[in-house]
């Protein structure tokens, strides 16, 4: 299975071996015990086993066909998903010393810690949206909530956009965006990274009288502030939707990202259409996840937990328009 996954993605392997792909991904493509990452020359191999033991030789095999299909591969992390321990979560290097900290998407350098947190700090299944960024935001005004490490508004700002304000609640996560910042000579304004709570944070721009051109909403599967409000993609993406409405100027681009995979493609398009039935929310885009997270015609095996379609994937990306006076 995962030496015809590399087969299928023989295009995507640059000569210089500075980009980043999905290189397996066995919940859709045969083995949902192992996912298997690719960042520059790392490889980073993801273990779902539960128990833990059940992976391992899986990971073993994994490691012996990357070395003899992909020799030029210098490091092998391997993050454990379901360990008691967070280091082994974060990932751990299993062979060579010093693992990438950079790739190259669509000719922009994005940083990366791969052994940070649970996640490797760039969202492969988000690329196709980057790609959309840098094509729809020169001269725009941008708010990236959920930030993670920024990416969404790195491709914005390599695409011209004149302002983006990047939010999360790491500043981790954030002194990474200013590093991916730094490889493409952007300037950095402190004022335009703001550590904090989507929803207090929020109320705080509005409260200023902020307003955007486009606003990402990018969150997590499920988080709780108990002083502010619950983030659940199943329950409440409506609401955090409407959070930021008020926050978006007229003609431009609420872009929302539900990554639940209990959710279908027609549960979140119902609720996407509901919002839209005012007249002052229009759906204008839904944007694929690539193929290489996605599984190929000739990879792809199995019926997914729940119907994407019209999606292509449980990541549902969809970009709103949006109006304030003059209904659509």
């Known amino acids: 299975m995962l030496e015809k996954a590399i087969t299928a993605r023989g295009h995507l392997l640059d000569a210089r071996h500075e980009s980043a792909i999905r290189l397996f991904n066995g919940f859709i493509e045969g083995y949902p015990d192992i996912a ?10 993801h273990n779902y086993a539960d128990p833990i033991e059940n992976g391992m030789a899986a990971v073993a095999e994994a490691m012996r066909i990357l070395q003899s299909i992909l020799p030029w591969i210098r490091v092998v992390i391997l993050k454990t998903r379901n360990s008691q321990l967070a280091e082994e979560r974060r990932g751990k290097i299993l062979t060579g010393v010093i693992a990438d900290r950079a790739v190259r998407e669509h000719d922009v350098w994005y940083a990366v810690d791969l052994c940070m947190n649970r996640d490797a700090s760039l969202y492969l299944d988000t ?3 980057r790609g959309w960024a840098l094509q729809h935001l020169s001269e725009k005004t941008v708010l990236n909530t959920f930030a993670y490490t920024g990416s969404l508004g790195v491709a914005a700002l390599a695409g011209g956009a004149k302002r983006v304000v990047q939010l999360d609640r790491s500043s981790l996560f954030l002194n990474l965006a200013k590093t991916s910042y730094e490889m493409n000579n952007f ?3 402190k004022k335009d990274f703001i550590i904090g709570d989507f929803w207090e944070e929020v109320s705080r721009l509005k409260q200023k009288g902020e307003h955007f ?3 990402f909403v990018d969150p997590p599967f499920f988080a709780v502030n108990h002083q ?7 329950n409440n993406c409506t609401r955090m939707i409407n959070k930021v409405r008020p926050l978006i100027n007229d003609g431009g681009y609420l872009v929302t990202i539900n990554n639940a995979l209990y959710v279908s493609g027609n549960e979140y398009m119902e609720t996407l259409e509901k919002l839209c039935a005012d007249g002052y929310l229009k759906i204008a885009e839904l944007i694929p996840i690539p193929n290489d997270f996605a599984g190929y015609p000739e990879t792809r095996t199995g019926i997914p937990v729940t119907d994407p379609a019209p999606f292509n994937h449980s990541t549902k990306i969809a970009i709103l328009e949006v109006r304030r006076g003059k209904l659509f």
């Not at 298997?36 to 191999?45: E, F, G, H, M, R």
């Not at 502010?228 to 199943?234: A, F, I, P, R, T």
């Open 36 to 45: 298997i990452d690719l960042y520059a020359a790392t490889a980073v191999i």
């Open 127 to 129: 690329r196709n949206l």
């Open 187 to 189: 300037p950095i304004s």
């Open 213 to 215: 051109d486009c606003v």
């Open 228 to 234: 502010q409000g619950v983030v659940d993609l199943v």
